[in-house]
């Protein structure tokens, strides 16, 4: 880890393994404040970045449990067109499901990057739904169900969802939901709250290269209550690995965390046949990247974020028993924290 820090000059990381639901390995290195001296703490709560689609979909697993949502309805069945709009693609009318918007298959743009800064900046959202009516006008980019593009707009959707399904919000639900897992280190997170061992963020000064600096005054405007389903949750690596055996516990029927059928149809890859970088080999279902018969593994279940000044990736090998978690605070870099991550669990995989 240490070599792999001094390479790709990361200030701070931590990294966590179980096996058979006991936690093996959790460690910090190097430093989440470097002008403080503040070393990583194991418990240190990082930014998930976009695993928090994979949580956002456990939540509506929990709501399939309930038969209070179909992933086959349309959309409109839970939002009105009041708040969000009918669609057409080419002059036509068409229809957009709960089961495509989770897949990144609905035709959604992108959404929620540097270029929307503008309609984030400074401004507060008591909920998740706020989120959605300002990129109403934005035009699909293809026909729902033809084809993939990420879409960090569409798990806003998804919390938008949650909220009128339930009529709360995205972030008590949530709250109920870690509670139950007892993951005491996970939020969505607020910027002025007071979090324990919570880091601080670099990327480097040309991108790609240059020295280390601390992510520019921009990373402390943006309202991150607007994008807590998608890419806004916080959570130690240990309350992660607590979230990936209950999900590997319920996908073999072992908890009451999710049925069993539910984790099937939630870990559905949806995107067979279809172009989907940069996921390379994994096929996509909701919420989860799925890979068959990944080396020496036989199935990896995954996800990872990059966000302003973070990198992050867990995994999930059902059929081992196993689950990694791997933070950085520093972004661009889920590629390499990929390989990397995959390196040490192949060393797990031998003393199996």
């Known amino acids: 880890m240490k070599a792999f820090m001094k390479s790709n000059q990361i200030p701070g990381a931590v990294m966590a393994f179980s096996i058979n639901g006991t936690n093996v390995w959790t460690e910090g290195f190097g430093y989440t404040d470097i002008e403080n001296n503040v070393e990583t703490h194991k418990d240190s709560v990082f930014r998930i970045a976009s695993m928090s689609k994979s949580l956002t979909s456990a939540l509506v697993g929990q709501l399939m449990d309930r038969h209070l949502i179909d992933l086959n309805a349309e959309i409109h069945k839970y939002l009105s067109k009041d708040f969000y709009p009918f669609k057409t693609f080419n002059g036509s009318a068409v229809n957009m499901t709960v089961r495509q918007v989770m897949s990144h298959t609905a035709g959604l743009y992108r959404g929620i990057t540097v270029e929307d800064f503008d309609k984030l900046l400074l401004r507060r959202a008591d909920n998740v739904s706020h989120t959605i009516p300002p990129f109403n006008d934005e035009p699909l980019i293809y026909k729902p169900g033809t084809n993939w593009s990420y879409s960090n707009y569409g ?73 807590w389903p998608a890419g806004g949750l916080i959570s130690s690596a240990e309350d992660i690995l607590r979230f990936g055996n209950a999900m590997i516990s319920s996908y073999k029927g072992t908890n009451g965390f999710l049925s069993q059928s539910t984790v099937e149809e939630l870990w559905s890859p949806e995107t067979r046949g279809m172009i989907i970088p940069p996921l390379n080999t994994s096929e996509y279902a909701k919420g989860w990247a799925i890979v068959k018969d990944p080396g020496p593994f036989k199935e990896v279940i995954w996800h990872a974020g990059d ?19 791997a933070y950085v605070n520093m972004g661009g870099l889920f590629v390499e924290l990929e390989e990397f991550t995959i390196k040490v669990a192949n060393m797990f995989k031998d003393i199996l």
């Open 307 to 325: 966000l302003t000044g973070v990198s992050t990736t867990f995994k999930l090998y059902p059929a081992e028993n196993m689950v990694a978690v």
């Open 155 to 227: 798990y806003q959707m998804v919390g938008a969802l949650i909220e009128s399904i339930l009529d709360n919000t995205y972030e008590n639900e949530m709250q109920k939901m870690f509670t139950q897992l007892n993951m005491n280190s996970t939020f969505a997170e607020r910027r002025e709250a007071i979090y324990k061992h919570r880091p601080q963020y670099y990327h480097l000064s040309d991108g790609t290269s240059g020295t280390l600096v601390k992510c520019d005054m921009l990373d402390d405007l943006i309202s991150y209550e607007g994008y």
